[in-house]
T-cell receptor
Framework: DQQVKQNSPSLSVQEGRISILNCDYT??????FLWYKKYPAEGPTFLIS?????DKNEDGRFTVFLNKSAKHLSLHIVPSQPGDSAVYFC???????????FGGGTRVLVKP | DAGVTQSPTHLIKTRGQQVTLRCSPK?????VSWYQQALGQGPQFIFQ???????QRGNFPDRFSGHQFPNYSSELNVNALLLGDSALYLC????????????FGPGTRLTVL
């Protein structure tokens, strides 16, 4: 039972354009949602998070949108840079600091 | 300020052996979680330790056990290794003033032959 799904395994985008990554979840008890970036041979790096009381959170080039009724969240990266090429994971938890349930990841390639 | 550290970086074991992985949390963090990441998949939660007690556990068999020490560092032990235990094992810590952001270590790559 996959409670968090990232349906796009890969995404290719031109440098300077917008990258949009999507994530769907099924567990209505999830209250916190996070995005992580992962390079090969490194641990995941936290990017941005959002709690269920909000529908948008911005941090520099990264914006996360949450649609609770649709159980859907997305990560927008604007503008995309070659250094953004990595695997991005969406994760969710029922409470802050609790176990994270991860999606399968989306590999992003930003072309110069 | 050191982040989350893990040792060893890589490990090769044979089936049936036992392994111990180690994790030191980020300074100021008191809660440690362990995750298993198989190739091409997202990390899967194994368990979480707080105040030297297992607070949450994922869907992993009893062969997976852990410990947290008074200095908040943690160990993950896996007994009777199977080929399917080959994976990247990640440690994450949380604590301080922001309990939402979990910081991950670089992981230990375990290969079981």
């Amino acid at each position: 039972d996959q409670q968090v799904k990232q349906n796009s395994p890969s995404l290719s985008v031109q440098e300077g354009r917008i990258s949009i990554l999507n994530c769907d979840y099924t567990n209505s008890m999830f209250d916190y949602f996070l995005w992580y970036k992962k390079y090969p041979a490194e641990g995941p790096t936290f990017l941005i998070s959002i709690s269920s009381i909000k529908d948008k959170n911005e941090d520099g080039r990264f914006t996360v949108f949450l649609n609770k009724s649709a159980k859907h969240l997305s990560l927008h990266i604007v503008p995309s840079q070659p250094g953004d090429s990595a695997v991005y994971f969406c994760a969710a938890s029922e409470a802050a600091g609790n176990k994270l349930t991860f999606g399968g990841g989306t590999r992003v390639l930003v072309k110069p | 300020d050191a982040g989350v550290t893990q040792s060893p970086t890589h490990l090769i074991k044979t089936r049936g052996q036992q392994v111990t992985l180690r994790c030191s949390p980020k300074s100021g963090h008191d809660t440690v979680s362990w995750y298993q990441q198989a190739l091409g998949q997202g990390p899967q939660f194994i368990f979480q330790y707080y105040e030297e007690e297992e607070r949450q556990r994922g869907n992993f068999p009893d062969r997976f056990s852990g410990h947290q020490f008074p200095n908040y560092s943690s160990e993950l032990n896996v007994n009777a290794l199977l080929l399917g235990d080959s994976a990247l094992y990640l440690c994450a810590s949380v604590g301080g003033t922001d309990y939402n952001e979990q910081f991950f270590g670089p992981g230990t790559r375990l290969t079981v032959l």
